[in-house]
């Protein structure tokens, strides 16, 4: 458990959250390299067909990072977004998927720190739940024992 | 012209998809005139012995239904896909897993344990299980078995083509047979039914606009006969679910539950029917959306009722 | 010892199989019925809504849907603990009667008749209801589809849909009586 170096997909809105991994990058801030950023144009854009594709193939977690609650560049996206995930989570729990794998924070173009501290409490969190494939489609023994 | 030779089994089926074979009525007559059945243990009396005896690729078209969750129905899947031309997937199970796939919210060792030992009415004091061999005076007999993930037809088989429905109804399972009798069949793959829409096209009900401050039950509310059940707030899957059906249940004012599958191009139903749901929710306030989710009682049991198999997760995970 | 196996067991619903175990001298020493399919609908029904019940439930089986369904609807009457209306116990009446009609037709003439009318002894291919219909005379053939045509109608207008009724609810119906067009 203490080698486990978990993969994080950290979905980042273009305008807001993955300018701001951006700053956090060029001032030098320490960023898990657990985390792989895709970015998207909008939080917005984060269906949960996304979330679900990068934990069924493996993602121990996912992070979906967007601008704050009226800062959309969209007007409107990232309120999509904020509807979503808690609804999301909800199922996510139902099929055995900590509700702690799937995070939503807002994170401003300005926020090299914010992002930074984000990704490294968000890493930090999924080390301590493990990974995310315990006991997934393993192969169970052929004969049942008797109850 | 010689008769077309089909087959038809039954997997982890209820049997409801051979009563929709049989709910063409008298359609079926045509059927017989153009075509011999060769294997349907629900009417006729050949058994596996005279599958295993038939020529490889032997079978014009078997409608395979049932989802796969035992080495039995796996056996059969392979069998009869290496015995047919066309392998399809009709009904819901072997499209997409339907409600036997709902076992895959739980597995093998908790299904046993509520089916053998902690049922009310079994008694079974010395805890036996069924085991896939078992030791008589006379010899030994087997069971197949028993998967701990129920799978689908195509994820076991290779599937030429898949009708979809919790039975097909009656247009569908024609459209199906029609296409196979007169030889003029769809690309390899595809979904037969009327439509490559969401329901809603064929609901009669009329669409205002989708803002719903709270979800309701069923039973909770008596809906307007008119107006889109979505919008007066019960839990319709027309939004997120193939049409081809004639929107049945909606105009029993029951809302859809999703049997005809994910509409065209749509690879995870639940997924899309939870962001379709998340659009229309009416707010910006967190803890108010969370009030309204709150009204949506099971949301993995509703959103993937019928798909759990053929959704990327595929089954819950237990630790 | 010489062992027969009918695998499977044909024209009825469900999965079985027989093993017929013979002494040397060709006696029965002992027969073994299994049942080689189980879905599990006592566990996967935990964490559902009750109200889908009827509508889970009746997947148990395509043939007698209704059945499962009345049940589990009566079940909702008695967990909510209404009664339900004399209109909706009529319309509950009138499709579990069509059901019952189409039930013992598809199991009488397509199941069943087959043993009566063409034997056991006849061949396997001709042991169905085609060779039933051969044998007896088309208008049969007719008269059996006439009658489950009609009564799925029944079914598909009181209950919502000919195969997986929709139409119950704890105290009552999801619709009124459509009346005959």
Known sequence: MDNFEPKIVAFCCNWCSYAGADLAGTSRMQCPSAIRIIRVMCSGRVSPFLVLKALSVGADGVLILGCHPGDCHYIEGNYKTLRRIPLLKKMLKQLGIEEERVRLEWVSASEGARFTEVTNSFTQSIKNLGSSTLGHLKQSSKEVKHG | ?319 | MKRITIDPITRLEGHGKITIFLNDDGSVANVYFQVPELRGFEKFSEGRPAEDMPQITQRICGVCPEAHHMAATKALDELFHVEPTSTAKKLRELLYSAFFVTDHTTHFYILAAPDFVMGPDAPPAERNILGVIAKVGLELGGAVINTRKQNHWIIQTVGGRPIHPCFGLPGGVSRVWQGIA
Not at chain 2, 42 to 62: H, I, P, Q, T, W
Not at chain 2, 146 to 163: M, R
């Open chain 2, 1 to 319: 012209m010689a008769k077309l030779k089909i087959a038809l089994y039954w997997a982890a089926s209820c049997g409801g998809c051979e009563i929709a074979t049989l709910a063409i009525h008298e359609k079926i007559l045509k059927l017989a005139e153009v075509a011999d059945i060769v294997f349907w243990p629900v009417g006729l009396d050949f058994k596996y012995a005279d599958v295993e005896r038939m020529e490889d690729n032997s079978v014009d078209a078997c409608l395979f239904n049932g989802a796969i969750r035992n080495e039995e129905n796996e056996y059969m899947a392979k069998l009869l896909r290496a015995k047919s031309k066309i392998m399809i997937a009709y009904g819901s199970c072997a499209y997409e897993g339907c409600i036997p796939g709902l076992s895959n919210f739980y597995n093998r060792q908790l299904t046993f344990d509520r089916v053998y030992i902690e049922t009310p009415s079994t008694e079974n004091p010395k805890k036996i299980f069924p085991q896939t061999k078992v030791k008589v005076p006379e010899g030994e007999l087997d069971i197949p078995e028993f998967y701990d993930t129920v799978k689908t037809l195509a994820q076991t088989v290779d599937v030429d083509y898949f009708v979809p429905g919790c039975p097909p109804e009656e247009r569908t399972t024609w459209l199906a047979l029609e296409a196979l009798i007169s030889g003029k069949l769809p690309p390899k793959g595809t979904v037969i039914s009327h439509s490559v829409k969401a329901l809603c096209e064929e609901c009669p009900r009329t669409r205002e606009e989708k803002k719903v401050k709270k979800f309701y039950r069923p039973y909770e509310i008596i809906p307007d006969p008119e107006k889109c059940l979505l919008e007066q707030g019960l839990l319709c899957y027309g939004i997120a679910t193939r049409g081809g059906c004639g929107a049945l249940c909606p105009q029993a004012n029951m809302p859809c539950t999703g049997c005809y599958g994910p509409v065209e191009g749509v690879i995870d139903q639940g997924a899309h029917f939870l962001g379709a749901l998340s659009s229309i929710i009416d707010s910006n306030d967190p803890e108010e959306i969370q009030r309204i989710i709150d009204d949506i009682p099971d949301p993995a049991g509703t959103f993937y009722r019928y798909s759990l198999p053929d959704s990327l997760l595929r089954r819950a995970r237990i630790k």
